[in-house]
């Protein structure tokens, strides 16, 4: 990938405005953290969410702010208890229980996140919550969870979008009342048009289906996220689902992409993979710091799609993208996602900067221009360029 600089120009844009932050706190910047269902589907316990954390506190990733470990689906025993109405880890995989669990991540400065469906079973066939939101809430806050990631499947009919929104908004209240801070991840997998109604009742709301771990999956995923920039800030998130990095069915080039996408949408970075077991180069992906800080930037805004020269963002498979960063600056993403390599441009003015010189920093090989204009990468087939532009002159 190399970097042309080729004219300049100083013609400013508006820049995005974003939602109002949430009063609670919660979700002040996207989560960042792992979760199991991607790589292990059912085929989780105690022993995998504790070697997960311990790996993610060795291999670094933790200090980048890779925190929530998010145990999905399949946590449960199959009933439950008939006594007390509540829901029992199952004892084979949980032979301690939940609150163990919390405990030994809070004890490394890690937080825990569960599964739950706004149905009378989850996906997998384990009881649901409907109807037994505020005991649930309250179970989940007694054993110390963080994160609540909350389902969608046998909702019974319950259909309708205020159907949609009372169903989430009963747990909403139950956990609110339990007095625990508990980040609500909303799985309604984009039925509904959740970003329209989703913010203040859970602190991200997945925008699609559900990921594969391909590059088709991945980038139409991509294409349904990227438009709903003007729903993502502070306290709300657009989620396109779990990063794949690492599970073998992208090549380098695109998980790469899958990153640099994400970090520009403001998404939750969510590791899907087996981190025990990431190899180098994988790692390296998720650790690029730079990367993270356009994610995880103060101003909370998601990119918007640029369009060049009067076609649509987009057209013909090339992507623009332009996020503005707290500190004035834009993080700019160049994205070819077609078969065929590509030269790409945009300029200073389309991203939305005023100035007579920019730098221009590569957030991928770390180097850096300074210069007084377009912007142009050659792009191999599915590779996108991730730039951080800065105004240096009026
Ligand atoms: C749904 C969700 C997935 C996962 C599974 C678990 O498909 O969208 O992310 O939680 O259920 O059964």
């Known amino acids: 990938m190399a970097l042309v600089v080729v004219v300049a120009l100083v013609v400013s844009r508006p820049t ?13 910047t996207p989560p960042m953290g792992w979760n199991s269902w991607n790589h292990f589907g059912c085929d989780v316990d105690a022993e995998l969410v504790e070697r997960t954390a311990d790996a993610m506190a060795a291999n670094g990733m933790q200090r980048l702010g890779y925190t929530a470990v998010n145990v999905d689906d399949c946590w449960m025993a199959p009933q439950r208890d008939p006594r007390t109405g509540e829901l029992v880890p199952d004892p084979v995989k949980f032979p301690q229980g ?19 469906d706004s ?15 505020r005991l649930d809430a309250r179970t989940f806050a007694r054993w110390g969870v963080d994160t609540l990631k909350y389902d969608n499947c046998n909702h019974g009919g319950l259909t309708s979008t205020s159907q949609y929104i009372a169903r989430y908004r009963a747990m909403s209240d139950a956990l609110r009342a339990t007095g625990r801070p508990i980040f609500l991840a909303i799985c309604g997998w984009g039925v509904n048009h959740p970003w329209t109604w989703a913010r203040g009742i859970g602190q991200s709301w997945r925008t699609t289906h559900d990921i594969k771990d391909s590059y088709a999956s991945m980038l139409a995923i991509f ?18 689902d779990m990063l794949e990095i690492g599970n073998g069915g992208m090549t380098p080039t695109e998980q790469r992409t899958e990153f640099t996408l994400w970090a520009a949408m403001a998404a939750p970075l969510i590791a899907g993979a087996d981190l025990r077991t990431l190899n180098p180069d994988d790692l390296a992906i998720y650790s690029n710091a730079e990367a993270i800080a356009i994610d ?80 142009s990468a050659e792009l191999a087939p599915h590779e996108a360029a991730f730039l951080r532009i800065t105004a240096q002159t009026p």
């Open 223 to 240: 294409r349904q996220n990227v438009q709903l920039a003007a729903y993502a800030g502070p306290g709300g998130w657009n989620d396109p």
């Open 119 to 133: 149905g009378t079973e989850t996906c997998a066939g384990f009881p649901g919550s409907l109807g037994h939101e």
């Open 16 to 28: 995005t405005s974003h939602p109002a932050p949430a009063a609670d706190g919660l979700g002040a």
């Open 296 to 375: 995880q930037d103060a101003r909370g805004a998601q990119a918007v799609p640029v369009s060049q020269n009067g076609t649509p963002a987009g057209t013909g498979g090339l992507w623009v993208l332009s996020k503005p960063l707290a500190d004035g600056s834009r993080a700019v993403v160049l994205f070819n996602s077609t078969d065929s390599p590509q030269t790409m441009s945009t300029t200073a003015s389309a991203i939305g900067l005023r100035g007579a010189t920019f730098g221009i920093r590569d957030v991928w090989t770390g180097t850096e221009a300074s210069n007084s204009g377009a912007i």
């Open 98 to 116: 939940m609150a163990a669990v919390a405990d030994y991540l809070h004890a490394r400065g890690f937080t825990l996140g569960i599964y739950e």
